[in-house]
């Protein structure tokens, strides 16, 4: 992933316009999503009775983390306050930048804070994590791709149907809760779903390459001048994030690591399969994490509205 990332955005800074195609990144979201759907357990349905409260717990940590980092913008960065709030916010990069920039937000401001939010989660969680859980997180990289070396590939054109009845619904990223809740009904039924690990391997491919086309029209000067204040605001909204995983994972019961990956400050399919090469509670983590997605996405229109 972390090649594909630094090798496409080596590739849009020099000026060469790269894009994924609307259905590829479907496809990837959709195999994130049966991935994800494959490891509920019976257990799961017991722990979901607490995760309202720990909604609750990441609701008023949103809101901590997201005024530290706007804190350190205005006051240091010396961003205005719609700026500082747009490139604070952790919701989808897309969404937040598109509303954001509509209301007059400064474009390279949000732009690269919200880049260099995203890139540097996807960069450093795995080598924390790698650190942190030492041979644990190894062991479980293992087993992830050993189990995925059986192949089920009948499973994939069932998830394109999948996405359109979620879209249907009106559910939550569709394109990846559809096939979620099909291979989630296999697994819950006994039936357990197993996939070619080259296909693993190819979403990883393409979430890392995703990432770096997105820097694509990015002057070299704004890049330097607001990057080291990302980059900067970025370890606060780590740290801060780690303030809000310790009652988090008090309230929930889960170990400390669990809490962290379940609360950072990344993209849903970006955290939804590091959770799951890593072994860390991928549903628990996914479920929050989908559930963050929605409440910035939803409020983030209200809320800049109001610093307009």
Known sequence: MLGALFG???FTLGGVRLGVPVPMKAASHGCIGLILGASIEPETFARAAQWPLTLLVLSVGMIFITTICAVYYIRVAGFDRLTATAASLTGGLTNIVAIAIQMG???PGTVIGQLFRLTSVVVLLPLIYTRWLGASAEVATMDAMQTLSSSNLWMLPLAWPAYFLARRCHLPVPDMMGPFLLSAGFAVAGYGIVLPDWLFAAVFLFV?????????GLKSQSLVRIG??????TFILLVSSAVVAYPFSLVAGVPFHVALLAVAP???AEIAILATVLGVDPVFVTFH?????IVLNSAAPFVLARLR
């Open 289 to 293: 994490q989908v559930f963050r997605n």
């Open 8 to 10: 496409t955005a080596a």
């Open 266 to 268: 990344g993209g849903v």
């Open 208 to 216: 890392g390459a995703s990432i770096g086309t997105r820097f694509y």
């Open 228 to 233: 080291g204040h990302g980059a900067v605001a």
């Open 105 to 107: 937000a400064n474009p």
